[in-house]
């Protein structure tokens, strides 16, 4: 669930919009027109907690109503109305009322499409369980619960968690497991299990494409059972957790934009036994890592992307130059070979990944879901 310690350690202002997020995204109207909603009581207390661990809260919504007014007079925290735009009045409060606060360091929550614009500017944006999907693909995460039902008491936890927190955010990667469906065999499946059960007990995220088998299927599920957290990213629509075995969906609205968003959230990429939708992820990588950094660095500019970590299985391909070439052909050079990783096993997989991040350790039968 938490996606990135770092920023929300550094929160120092909290942003809510309204309706959607204190409230559900339903409005209760009376025989006589009248409008009323539902708050939730844990959301008040959360913001009670929050703001006594040193962080001011404000609600900035595009509606005008007199019980935004009345709910947040209760909870004692600054409101603006009928905003349209809400960068501007963000921007225009923090040089007001508090002028030390960047906007990299501020949490903006929303729900819908009238909330990107500010949630484009501020470090940390988050989504409500049930926002809409435009909304889930921008925010740093999601939260588990619904706008209204706890969703503002789940962020404000977690930011106090995190600002309480010594873990250290660079030793959690996000981590694709990525390989075939129908065609996987009973060991490779076991393999990305048992991995992903590692890597999810460590806290780390195990991103897949989103199938109902193979080894999407396997990844998802070894996670989930050791306590981690696992995300399906799917264009596919229809697709539900039931479906991919994970615990949050991202959907896309084609395949290329799907593998593009695999790519470039992944810290380390695995793959394993896999056809030409393997492949085109390998070598989306593959070029990005060598040719495009690398001409990049060579004329002195920093590179697009963060440093990535690619491993292949051998049940993908051989651990041998001449094998890869007659395997993807002659343009598949030594400089590619160089910078990708080959393993046979679980424990070889995990050496790789914790040496990478430096935290190499000896690994016992209890890291392992046999």
């Given at each position: ?64 109503s007199l019980y935004v007014e009345k709910r947040c007079n209760k909870m004692g925290i600054d409101f603006f109305q ?123 995220i195990i991103l897949t494409n989103g199938g109902p088998n193979g080894v999407p299927e396997a990844a998802a599920p ?149």
């Amino acid at each position: 669930m938490i996606e990135n310690f770092e920023k929300l350690k550094k929160i120092k202002l909290l942003a809510l919009d309204f309706d959607g997020v204190l409230t559900p995204a339903k409005v209760i109207v009376s025989a006589n027109g009248e409008e009323s909603v539902v708050c939730s009581h844990r959301d008040g207390q959360g913001i009670e907690s929050i703001r006594k661990a040193g962080v001011p809260v404000v609600v900035i919504s595009g509606q005008r109503s007199l019980y935004v007014e009345k709910r947040c007079n209760k909870m004692g925290i600054d409101f603006f109305q009928n905003i349209k735009d809400k960068p501007a009045c963000l921007l225009a409060y923090l040089k007001e009322k508090h002028p030390s606060v960047a906007i990299e360091d501020v949490c903006f929550v929303g729900d819908d499409a009238s909330d990107l614009a500010v949630m484009n500017i501020v470090g940390a944006p988050i989504a409500v369980a049930d926002g809409t999907e435009e909304v889930k693909q921008r925010a740093l995460l999601v939260t588990n619960r619904n706008g209204g039902e706890g969703a503002v008491r789940e962020v404000c936890d977690i930011i106090i968690k995190a600002k309480s927190s010594d873990i250290d955010n660079h030793a959690f990667l996000k981590i694709l497991i990525t390989g075939t469906g129908e065609r996987a065999t009973e060991e490779v499946r076991m393999i990305a299990k048992n991995i992903a059960a590692v890597f999810g007990r460590n806290g780390d995220i195990i991103l897949t494409n989103g199938g109902p088998n193979g080894v999407p299927e396997a990844a998802a599920p070894g996670a989930n059972e050791a306590g981690g957290h696992s995300v399906a990213y799917t264009f596919m629509p229809g697709r539900t957790t039931e479906y991919t075995k994970t615990k949050e969906i991202k959907s896309f609205p084609d395949y290329e934009q799907r593998n593009a968003y695999l790519c470039s959230d992944s810290d380390v990429a695995i793959f394993f036994q896999g056809g030409l939708g393997t492949a085109t992820k390998f070598f989306t990588l593959l070029h990005r890592l060598v040719h495009i950094n690398g001409e990049l660095m060579k004329k002195g500019f920093p590179s697009l992307q963060r440093p990535k970590l690619m491993i292949v299985h051998s049940s993908f391909a051989p651990n041998d130059l001449i094998k890869c070439q007659e395997l993807f052909g002659r343009n598949f050079k030594p400089e590619h070979f160089a910078a990708v990783h080959f393993a046979d096993t679980a424990e070889e997989i995990i050496k790789i990944v914790d040496g990478w991040r430096g935290k190499d350790k000896t690994l016992t039968p209890e890291d392992f879901l046999l």
